[in-house]
């Protein structure tokens, strides 16, 4: 294999590597983009800014006890 196959072939992988990032983690920065709208509907533009969301998800006592319970068997692993 020429040095030149190998430089080309390098840079397909690695373009392809970066779609594949994109791919996987497009979504969740979506996800967290919409988590903020103060609209009950997820729609452009956004309708505002705001953390109602978060409030009503850190106020759920079963949510918080599920997290804890979690974070506790990670730890031991």
Do not use: C, E, Q
């Not at 190998?6 to 983690?25: D, E, P, Q």
């Amino acid at each position: 294999m020429s040095a030149a196959a190998g430089r080309i072939a390098r840079g397909v992988l690695s373009g392809y590597f970066l779609l594949m990032v994109v791919f996987l983690y497009a979504p969740v920065v979506v996800l967290v983009i919409f988590s903020f709208n103060d609209n009950t509907t997820p729609t452009l533009p956004l309708a505002g800014f705001t953390t109602h969301w978060y409030h009503i998800a850190l106020g759920n006592d079963l949510l918080l006890a599920a997290v804890k319970r979690s974070a506790a068997i990670a730890a031991l692993n």
